[in-house]
């Protein structure tokens, strides 16, 4: 039956996937597809094989990344084709499965229930076409909501891991010691916390210095045994990269904002 075939697809593609990297914030806009965008970068410069799905089902962005707006897949014998990412530096292009490429236009919202979204999750491993990856990052819709628990099921016997983004700031700290805890009760291995918008590089003198406090953050991880394992400045470089669709540390892989991904790279 229908539902016994769409198992065996996705038994059959997560076979060929390695490493399942959850990239997750509890918030929106603190930089989780930025972060997602650049450690598929890093690490397919490495010449590991990488695919990044976007499961940020109201805001999917990865397809701006990547520079792959308005593009759109076709449903092919092998499955849901992905879209790729080229670049001179990559030996391999990184493949980007998105729900931005099966819309109509790209400015309609998504007003789905959560039935629908559990199923997308589903589409989203099972039916790209992810071919043989060495990493699959997952960039995730904010919270630990409904679409986390779906996959966090999904992927139970995977080799899979998660990632935590926050901003120093309190609000958005408090927010994501949940995603921490959330992990922690699920027994899901956390590679650790990257901060974004660490600290702030001064464009005309290079000098850089601190909108917010640390000192919370660096106390909170320590009370919950977690590592902050990179701290990416905020920074103008980082903003145009993004809207350019091109990933800094492919852009510019050794400017110092690329340069601060590259301990969270190594992480994985
Ligand atoms: P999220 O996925 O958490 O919603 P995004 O990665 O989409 O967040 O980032 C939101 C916006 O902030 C984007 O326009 C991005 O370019 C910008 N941004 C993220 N991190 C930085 C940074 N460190 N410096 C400058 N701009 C940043």
Redesign the pocket.
Known sequence: DKSHHEQQLLQHRLARIGQIILVM?N???????????NLAAGLAREGYRVGVADA?IH?P?QSR?FNLVGQRVHLTPGGLETRQCHHDRLAQPIRVGSLAFLMDRDDTPIVWRDAYKHDFMHHLIGSFDWGELDFLLI?MP?GTGNELITLADLLEHQDVAALI?TTPQEVALMDSLKAVRFCQERGLPLIGVVE???GVTCPHCGGEFHLFPRAHLAQALAQLEVQSIAQ????????????SGQPLLLDAPDSP?AQAFQPAVHAC
């Not at 918030?27 to 965008?37: C, D, E, I, P």
């Not at 990416?232 to 809207?243: E, G």
């Open positions: 914030a918030k929106g806009g603190v930089g989780k597809s930025t972060l997602t965008a940020d805001g962005n990344f960039d904010p983004t974004n918008m660490a990416i400045p905020l920074s103008p470089a980082l903003a145009t990269a993004s809207d904002e």
